[in-house]
């Protein structure tokens, strides 16, 4: 939970930081503080130092507003009009490897045990290869990341320096971000399809135990399923937008995948065959990752010239933060007190909205008209 709260009051102010000290600055902010949560984690080993571990994940979490926003900017940035969808594809495949690696490391690592001390042995362990990973990261990025190309690689990026507005401000920004209808309906749209998936990934392991009583390693396995079906949807994703542009339609198909993914996994979880589960979370995973990089990319170009930061990176963010807190809280509460099908029921309203939402967005793919003109 901390990571959704950390992200929204801290977005405009790391905004303001990259457009002021470039991307090389804020990828070293996110890194160096990612690397120190990890090793702050590691003097928390005893029961009575749970707060130490808080303090880590804060870290950790706010280290997580800068690197968050990075795939769009880093997309646009660094390559071509025709690759640019796929390239923040494979960075946000990259995000997707990280969470998939931590649904399955703890429950592989960890063993469930009662021996507060043995319990402290596998968690140090856990803790370390995270440390040094890390801060081999963090070493990585200072010796090789660099803030742009000599030349502009995309005539979108060329345009883009020589027509923003030096005088321009955050907040006029923002006023003019909030004028547009379309881009006010995908920040709805993807706050209710990101926050249902933040729900689900968040409460997985409460609702797999409810039914599948000591099979923990299961939670993983499911989690893991998610996320790598997710990789291939984000990959194919942004390779068929960079061929077709076809941004409205493909977020429709994808948000009526997740919908039909999401009922599938509500009606089947309680059957007792582990097997359909794997499928409709594959389902799910492969739809929702697919539409978080179609989003970013889809705004972006309804805001051309607007910072990829503030809009698709910044407020999609914001709004997956804010509605993934309500859903946690929300469907936390209706699994403890009605079961995992209420919960996910209520998911599935909410999935059904965004569906409809979608459909009235207007593709005003503004990037692609200037880049005609």
């Known amino acids: 939970m901390c990571y959704m709260l950390a992200y929204i009051p801290l ?17 070293l902010a996110g890194s160096a503080l990612n690397c120190l949560g990890a090793w702050v984690k590691l003097g928390s080993l ?15 979490s706010v280290a997580q507003v800068f690197i968050l926003g990075m795939p769009s900017r880093i997309a646009s940035v660094w390559f071509g009009d025709d690759e640019v969808s796929t390239a923040c594809s494979i960075a946000v ?20 045990i009662d021996n507060p001390d043995e319990l402290a042995y596998y968690i140090s362990i856990m803790f370390y290869v995270t440390a040094g990973v890390a801060t081999l990261l963090f070493i990585l990025v200072i010796v090789v990341f660099k803030e742009k190309p000599k030349h502009p690689p995309s005539r979108a990026q060329c345009l883009s320096y020589a027509l923003a507005s030096t005088d321009a401000s955050y907040l006029s920004s923002i006023i003019q971000l909030f004028k547009n209808l379309n881009f006010v309906l995908l920040v709805i749209t993807y706050g209710l399809n990101a926050g249902a998936f933040y729900a689900l990934c968040t409460l997985l392991n409460r609702m797999v135990i409810f039914h599948y009583v000591e099979e923990g390693v299961i939670v993983g396995r499911i989690g893991l399923t998610i996320v790598l079906a997710g990789m291939l949807g984000a990959v194919i994703s942004g390779i ?10 493909t977020s429709l198909v994808l ?19 582990l097997w359909i589960v794997y499928i409709t979370a594959g389902i799910i995973g492969f739809s929702i990752t697919g539409y ?23 407020l999609l963010n914001v709004s997956a933060q804010v509605f ?18 209420p919960g996910n029921i209520f998911l599935c309203v909410f999935l059904t909205l965004g569906a409809v939402l979608t459909a009235f967005i207007k593709a005003d793919l503004r990037r692609q008209r200037i880049l005609r003109m």
């Open 11 to 27: 977005l405009l102010p790391v905004a303001w930081l990259l457009e002021k000290f470039g991307l090389r600055t804020i990828a």
């Open 255 to 273: 948000y009526i995948m997740t919908l039909v993914g999401m009922a599938g996994y509500t009606g089947t979880l309680n059957l007792g065959h």
């Open 292 to 314: 978080l990089t179609l989003g970013f990319e889809f705004a972006v170009e309804l805001t051309y010239l607007e910072s990829e930061v503030v809009s698709s990176s910044g």
């Open 46 to 60: 005893k029961p009575h130092l749970f707060p130490v571990t808080v303090l880590g994940q804060v870290v950790c």
């Open 240 to 249: 068929w937008l960079d061929r077709t542009k076809t941004y409205k339609q």
């Open 324 to 341: 993934g807190i309500i859903f946690t809280i929300s469907q936390g509460q209706i699994i403890d007190n009605y079961g995992t099908m």
């Open 93 to 112: 495949l990259g995000n997707q490897l990280g969470i998939a690696l931590g649904f399955l490391v703890p429950a592989v690592s960890v063993p469930n």
